[in-house]
């Protein structure tokens, strides 16, 4: 798994006089960290603010005396998640339909930073790619939250285990083994991803043929295994099921693209990977997530939940 550029503070944010601005500048790396633990980016987004209002309740004193205000940071913002995750788990056995996590859309438009800046940094392009797309993310749901904390934190952000275990409440060693675990898991779970061009000419064809309504050619583009998967969170109509079977996916899709009028098919990127959304005046309806292997679509994510498109329409 890719090494996280910004895994640890850059140079300067060490200091113990770190000032306000190199502070806040942890908010990026914080979201990140917190949205790959939590699969939602509002309950990343309330993460980091708990942790910043934990910082400025200590006393100015307290917070000279931090030699690492950017570790120190990472290691509230964790034990904070893994609260939340013990908390989510019970929340979605109670969720209407499946719950899939939050779909991300440009990185420039969830971190708060400038248009452009976080697409024109390679390291993190590759590492969005690999940490972010949505099959990971899926495994990381049927994870405790132990595995998840421990495999996110060590192989995508390279905490050693020590510090790991701070967070976790755990030894070292307990923290390796729960890491292992998750790896095995990942691996059984997620085969080779298809090379990016050939994935975006895949997706790019789904479109096509979804808006000619050709089945025969969505059929010759799913896998026969394959399986859609959609989440509404019972607050719009969706299938509260997944459909097994790239033939029934076909015709279920395409029927649904005929009842459907005034929808607008665009090619964007979905957590870092090639994908589609779905937009209705003007506004953002479905977001489609695409695991492909070869050249077939081997699952499609379908988020139509309000609340997990509103970085899509507020974008």
């Known amino acids: ?22 502070i806040i500048s942890e908010r990026r790396r914080l979201i990140g960290l917190s949205y790959r633990l939590l699969g ?14 934990r910082w400025y309740a200590m006393s100015p004193r307290r917070r000279e005396a931090v030699a690492s205000p950017g570790a120190w940071l990472s290691k509230v913002a964790g034990r904070i998640c893994l609260d939340v995750l013990g908390s989510a788990r019970a929340r979605r056995e109670r969720y209407v339909g499946e719950w899939i996590p939050e779909p991300l859309p440009e990185p420039e438009r969830w971190i708060g930073g400038r248009p452009g800046a976080a697409a024109s940094d390679p390291a993190d392009r590759i590492t969005l790619d690999e940490s972010v797309a949505m099959a990971f993310l899926v495994v990381l749901e049927s994870m405790t939250p132990a595995e998840r904390v421990s495999l996110i934190l060590h192989d995508v952000f390279r905490y050693p285990f020590a510090e790991v275990a701070e967070i976790t409440g755990r030894t070292p060693a307990a923290c390796r083994q729960l890491a292992s675990s998750a790896r095995r898991r990942i691996r059984a779970s997620t085969p080779p991803a298809a090379p990016a061009a050939g994935r975006a000419g895949v997706v790019r064809n789904f479109k096509q043929a979804l808006e000619t309504g050709d089945v025969d050619a969505l059929i010759g583009l ?18 509260l099921r997944p459909i097994e079977g790239g ?12 009842r459907v009028t005034g929808v607008t098919l ?3 990127t979905v957590n870092g990977q090639p994908g589609l959304i779905a937009q209705q005046d003007g506004a953002t309806v479905t977001v489609y997530a695409f695991e492909i292997t070869g050249d077939r679509i081997r699952h499609i994510w379908a988020v139509r939940n309000p609340e997990k498109l509103r970085p899509w329409t507020s974008a």
């Open 266 to 268: 665009l090619e964007r």
């Open 1 to 22: 798994m890719t090494d996280h550029s910004t895994g640890h503070s850059p140079p300067g944010h060490d200091l113990p006089d770190a000032g306000l601005s190199a």
């Open 40 to 53: 939602s980016l509002a309950d990343a987004e309330d993460v980091v603010q708990e942790t910043y209002a």
């Open 247 to 258: 033939e029934r996916i076909a015709h279920a899709i395409a029927e649904l693209v005929r």
């Open 222 to 239: 799913l896998d026969p295994g394959a399986v859609l998967t959609a989440d509404g969170g019972g607050v719009v109509r969706t299938v």
